[in-house]
């Protein structure tokens, strides 16, 4: 078989793979205007009027809205020109907020049970890690709003659970300003109101999450958890008498510390502007309770590795959705901030969707095509916000219930775009920005260095303050 008959017949099953999935879209969101009128009336006991701004309408507002640098009048505009309409942007406000919640609550489980049935990486694209379970990373990230509408900002904490084995979001929970540094307690509130799923699942958390009322709160409900150990934990003393003494607060038996240590290189630069390269070790302590008869050490320590993929998706969150400032000046801030996190969270569902599709279909065809392993060492991904930004393109079709699959081609080919990523290379996060904090930090980094480089080259660690000399001790130049 030639190559270009190949070609074709990738297109031919991608296209027919993408009608099945656009019939499933259209089905989600048919008739949604009738939807909205059935749940208003049954929660309110009345009928909303039917004027010439519908439902539909202010829904695409939303969802167009909730992408970052959108502005209320370039939405509105557009959605003006497209339905031959003259309406001001508070028209489209007014009408939005008397939508209820759970109308978009239940389109965020409908088209999660779709990924999760149909097209999920372990059983779509049978995509599989070394267990059986789930690993769900759990980690708390804040951003600005005014749910004190009192006309000021205030920091707010929400709590986020990413699916890594499917490389999926399972929610986004609101907790607001009087839940501030209280992540275990806000993870422990989300547990026990069922807003993410708990069956077959190994919790990952950061230090921050290292607590004994935690520890025995999972052991005691049989959740399976891997949390870093805190650095000022008397466990890493290595005394014996005050190791013991952390068992006796702990009630689980079977539960156990590993110890890891993980290099790698970095580069810097000395005061005279000469790169110099260091290997740095990092420690690294975990406790878990996974049986150590199918959980070894070794699958410990990469099971946490992935808790990374929870940050890298709160930076795809705050990158390409309006997230970071969350300004809504009314006295249902609340309601408005958990509508956009469903609608942040269907849109992400939906590429997610179209790229499993897209990848089992380039696979089938690279397996014609080459049939051979990746001899370069590296990791293939997708741009993300890239994706984010094509979405805009099609996604008044998709609320319209008008997708087709010929759309949903030309997305995939123009927006789905391949990253090859070399496996373990580490690079520093940077900003060359001057307005954002990053570049500060980035100076920060460069004189901090230039003082260990300093004091390891000329023998004097111990005159450095206790904070870079805990950093020197990790160091090695080579």
């Known amino acids: 078989m030639n190559l270009n008959n190949i070609d074709n017949i990738f297109n031919d099953k991608l296209l027919d793979d993408l009608h099945i999935f656009s019939n499933q879209l259209n089905k989600l969101f048919f008739n949604i205007n009738q939807t909205i009128y059935n749940i208003i009336f049954k929660i309110n006991k009345i ?60 389109l965020f489980n409908n088209i999660q049970s779709l990924f999760y049935s149909n097209y999920s990486d372990t059983k779509y694209l049978n995509y599989s ?30 709590m986020g659970y990413f699916d890594f084995n499917n490389k999926i979001p399972l929610n986004i929970t609101f907790k607001g300003v009087e839940n501030k540094n ?14 993410v799923n708990t069956n077959d699942v190994i919790f990952v958390f950061d ?28 466990y890493l003393k290595k005394d014996n008498k005050k190791i013991n003494k952390i068992k006796k607060q702990i009630n689980n038996k079977n539960v156990r510390f590993v110890n890891y240590e993980n290099k790698y290189i970095l580069e810097k630069k000395n005061k005279n502007n000469i790169k110099i390269k260091l290997e740095k070790t990092t420690k690294c302590d975990l406790v878990t309770n996974l049986n150590i008869n199918d959980y070894n050490d070794v699958m410990i ?71 051979k392993n990746n001899k370069n060492k590296y990791v293939m991904k997708h741009n993300k916000s890239l994706m984010i930004k094509g979405l805009k393109k099609i996604i008044n079709n998709i609320i319209n219930a008008n997708i087709n699959k010929y759309l949903l081609y030309q997305y995939s080919n123009n927006f789905i775009s391949k990253i090859n990523i070399k496996i373990d290379i580490y690079k520093e996060r940077k900003c060359k920005n001057p307005s954002y904090k990053w570049y500060i930090k980035s100076y920060a980094e460069y004189y901090k260095y230039n003082k260990i480089i300093d004091a390891i080259l000329k023998n004097k660690i111990d005159d450095l303050d206790k904070n870079l000399k805990l950093l020197a001790s990790e160091l090695k130049i080579i």
């Open 207 to 234: 230090r921050g999450y290292f607590s004994y009322d935690l520890i025995n709160y999972l052991d005691k409900n049989n959740y399976n958890y891997v949390i870093r150990v805190k650095k000022s934990s008397l």
């Open 47 to 106: 009928k909303s009027r039917n004027n010439k701004l519908k439902f539909t309408d202010v829904v695409s507002y939303l969802f167009n809205y909730t992408f970052i640098n959108s502005t209320k009048n370039d939405v509105v505009s557009n959605l003006n020109y497209d339905n031959n309409l003259n309406v001001h942007y508070s028209n489209y406000q007014k009408k939005e907020a008397k939508i209820p919640l759970i109308f978009y609550y239940d």
């Open 129 to 158: 890690i070394n267990n059986d379970k789930n690993i769900v990373c759990v980690d708390g990230t804040y951003n600005n709003t005014t749910i004190s509408n009192d006309g000021n900002l205030e920091t707010s904490l929400n």
């Open 182 to 195: 209280k992540e275990i307690k806000s993870f422990i509130h989300d547990i026990e109101n069922k807003n």
């Open 301 to 371: 320590k990469n099971i946490y590795k992935n808790r990374w993929s929870i940050e890298v998706f709160f930076k795809i969150l705050k990158l390409n959705f309006k997230f970071t400032n969350m300004n809504y000046h009314n006295v249902n801030s609340k309601t408005q901030y958990e509508k956009q996190y469903f609608i942040i969270l269907i849109q992400y569902y939906i590429i997610r969707i179209i790229e499993n599709i897209y990848l089992k279909n380039l696979n089938d065809l690279n397996k014609h095509k080459f049939n």
